[in-house]
């Protein structure tokens, strides 16, 4: 690239030259941007209007106080349905106890019966044993008798 062609270039983009003052950089740069913004249409260094903060602050005062309204209508509506849910969970556990506490008389009652049953079933074996080992007794002594029987003889 040559200098003339730098040059032209430095100028097309309003970059400061060296011996450029502030001021004459600041004007080309405003001419220019204006030159654009009529072309494109955007207007950046036009002032902004000042906005309506009043009607802002207001509104948003208002939206405010009805989101509390809201928010105390919510937690007095949890308020009730948590007291009806206390109410439900204690009244579902004392029946639930009172379930409870049969459920263990049932199976405290059903163990003692199983248990008598056991009971007479080994006092049944018992006697059982007992007659056998008697008749086993009476066996042997009667043998033993007539082995004596016959031995004295």
């Known amino acids: ?87 439900w969970s204690t009244r579902k556990s004392e029946s639930e106890k009172i379930r409870f506490s049969k459920e263990i008389a049932t199976i405290i009652r059903w163990v003692q019966i199983k248990e008598g049953e056991i009971e007479a079933e080994r006092t049944a074996h018992t006697k059982m044993i007992n007659i056998i080992t008697q008749i086993i007794v009476d066996r042997d002594y009667r043998q033993l008798l007539m082995k004596q029987k016959y031995h004295f003889d």
């Open 1 to 87: 690239m040559s200098t003339s062609q730098e040059a032209n270039m430095l100028e097309g983009s309003n970059t400061p030259q060296p011996d450029q003052s502030i001021e004459d950089t600041a004007k080309s740069t405003e001419s220019h941007s204006q030159g654009q913004s009529k072309e494109s249409g955007d207007e950046i260094f036009t002032p902004i209007p000042t906005y309506d903060w009043k009607g802002f602050l207001s509104s948003f005062q208002s939206e405010l106080n009805h989101a509390s309204l809201e928010e105390y209508d919510l937690a007095q509506e949890y308020m009730k349905w948590e007291w009806l849910h206390d109410l």
